[in-house]
């Protein structure tokens, strides 16, 4: 069990850096810790319920270094939170209607191709700010594929956000919000139908918290070009996960 927390540490840190990380609890939990995976995907999304407070709480503007000239700064506002809360709880209500392999070859495609895209020299296009009700839409889209898949949110929004040229740390910063509508609206369905462990939840969400921080503090000492080949590297890395699992 110790070296299945110390694994969730690891992905709380990898979350605070590059907002990805979390697809390592819920194999940790159960491969290494013995907890059924059911129980372990409840507890897991109660989990990342905690760092996604924690990036509402803590929204401190990017450090100059890691920011970019010109373009105003990107935010993905309340009503993509709203839509993403939206789009989580009708995933959830109609995961069993989905094949669970097929979404999670969507998404693995999607974070592979954002990341080859990103490293290939695409990270520098001009970003594009969707209106209000464009976010909407898209913070539905997240909220359903991340249900579908399993998934606390960033694996699905960060590669989108990357494809539409935002900057890696305004990127970063709107997908660790995301988690905590996809959580709350996962971890609702879960409560309701028993599956929760509140105590084996609150003890991931703060390992994943302190994680969180510290890789926070990491990702803002990085330059803007490690930032993005850290971003890149684990959406790459996470696609192929999700093709091999």
Do not use: K
Not at 80 to 85: E, P, Q, T
Not at 237 to 244: E, K, L
Request: net charge positive; proline share 5%; with cysteine.
């Amino acid at each position: 069990m110790a070296l299945a927390a110390l694994l969730v540490l690891l992905g709380g840190v990898a979350i605070g850096a590059t907002s990805i990380g979390g697809v390592v609890v819920v194999p940790a939990l159960s491969g290494l810790g013995g907890v059924a995976t059911e129980r372990a995907v409840a507890a897991a999304s109660f989990g990342f319920a905690f760092a996604g407070v924690a990036a509402f709480l803590v929204r401190q503007p990017p450090a100059p270094a890691a920011g970019c000239t010109g373009d105003p700064a990107p935010t993905f506002g309340w009503t993509a939170v709203l839509g993403a809360g939206g789009g989580a709880a009708l995933g959830a209500a109609t995961l069993a209607w989905l094949p669970a392999r097929a979404v999670a070859l969507v998404v693995a495609l999607l974070a592979i191709g954002s990341g080859l895209h990103a490293l290939l020299g695409g990270g520098g296009a001009r970003q594009r700010l969707p209106g209000p009700v464009a976010l909407a839409l898209l913070g539905l889209v997240v909220g359903a594929l991340s249900a579908w898949s399993g998934t606390g949110g960033p694996v699905v929004l960060l590669p989108l956000l990357a494809l539409l040229g935002w900057p890696a740390i305004h990127a970063v910063e709107a997908a660790q919000r995301v988690q905590l509508p996809v959580a709350a609206a996962a971890t609702l369905v879960n409560l309701a139908a028993g599956r929760l462990d509140a105590w084996l939840g609150a003890a991931i969400g703060a390992l994943l918290l302190a994680g969180w921080a510290f890789g926070r503090h990491l990702a803002r000492r990085m330059s803007v070009q490690r930032l993005r080949q850290a971003v890149a590297l684990a959406l790459i890395a996470t696609g192929v996960a999700f093709i091999s699992r």
